[in-house]
């Protein structure tokens, strides 16, 4: 399996190349030539795996479609190692809860951090260290977060050998426990880094040290975020899991609503469906920060600057700029690297926006791959975890809780499942579930104080040379 550039470089790599190597040198991002197919004997096959085996043999089928430059063996060994009982709470990894009318929701939230990212991350962690003990090499990682990309980047990476992770934040907007997770971490390795400004602040650093190709190579600069295709291949999994659980038969349908800011999680989905998984509707679910919605609306993608986003209760969704939506225009454009450039690379940098409304293709978007969207509000959070919480017995992040408003939305087929992708536990959002409940969300033992740990935290502007600069000295 070879990969290319969504903007049309000529390059075609193997998988354990672009999994250290982040953004393509166009400033694209890789996919694979073109999507495995599963039919009906593989669909079976794959239900008996979850079901007999496990996740981590499911996970092995998966990636064995994508990965043909790592042994059988060791790879198998790697989801193996990753995905445990002790690491993620359950035997089931995934476990899905009915809520009610054939609405469930995935529970992805057990792992080390309690955020869905560790479903990705724990496997990167150890794709990294395999990768990189092989080669003989070591590896920068710089990534961006709005809240828990970073935490689940920084526990699968520490003590790695051969790694360290340079990890930005926008300051002062991620929630107590959310920064507590990261900062409190002492371990030599990682270096969290606080800019002063929004997540796309942090986002546009990390893609303009990626673009500098001098500095990367120099430094060997890699990344977590979803922009690495690694980490969304890893997340095409847990669609497979959901399926199999909600489903008996290989003719049922199933949809999945996903709470989206950066993108990524349901680009996973789209990759899945495309795979031949049967998959209805992916519903996007946006907080006040709408540009997903927007753009499925109407046909316009437009970015919104730092004192247009808002700072919402759902945080790690305070996005306006989604990177991984790159991929999907690729493929809703039949794949036209020329155009998929003019428009992510010339149009948004120039106009801030493009317009697709036009465009026979966009009308793709719905019919041929399934696409609808939706937004909440704070109040609509805060009705949806307090309706829950009463009827269902059942408390649920902000973010999980705009999933699980657009999906009441759009889930017009009780016939089909629909499958709301959980993001997070409660505990890391306390201060709006009080405000919804008035009680504090459950808190894991292990996290008792974390709040008054020692912080370990550099703040800078949003300035690249000084990214640059940290991690020249970090470096030596």
Known sequence: MKYLSTRGHADRKQFCDILLEGLAPDGGLYLPEHYPEVDDAMLTRLRKAYHEQGYAELAFQILSLYIDDIPAADLKALCEKTYTAEVFGTGEIVPLRHLENSLWLEALSNGPTLAFKDMAMQLLGNLFEYELGRRGEELNILGATSGDTGSAAEYAMRGKKGVRVFMTSPHGRMSAFQQAQMFSLQDENIHNLAIEGVFDDCQDIV?????????????????????????LLAQVVYYF??????????????SF?????????????????????PIAKLVVATNENDVLDEFFRTGVYRVRGSADTHETSSPSMDISKASNFERFVFDLLGRDGARTKALFGDALAKEGQFDLSRDPKFAD??????????????????????????????????????????ALEHHSDPAVPMIVLETALPIKFAETIVEALGQPPERPAKFAGIEDLPKRVQVMPADVRQVQAYIERHCQ
């Open 365 to 406: 978007a719905a019919v041929r791959y399934g696409f609808e969207s939706g937004k909440s509000t704070h109040a609509d959070r805060l009705a949806t975890i307090k309706d829950n919480f009463q009827r269902h017995g059942v408390t649920i992040d902000t973010h999980t809780a705009d999933g699980v408003k657009v």
């Open 257 to 277: 609503t996903v709470p989206s800011g950066n993108f990524g999680n349901i680009c996973a989905g789209h990759v899945a469906r495309m795979m031949g998984l």
């Open 207 to 231: 893609k303009a040290v990626s673009n500098d190709l001098a500095f990367k190579r120099k430094y060997k600069i890699g990344t977590v975020n979803s922009i690495n295709w690694a980490r």
């Open 241 to 254: 899991a959901g399926y199999v659980q909600a489903t008996e038969t290989n003719d049922q349908k199933v």
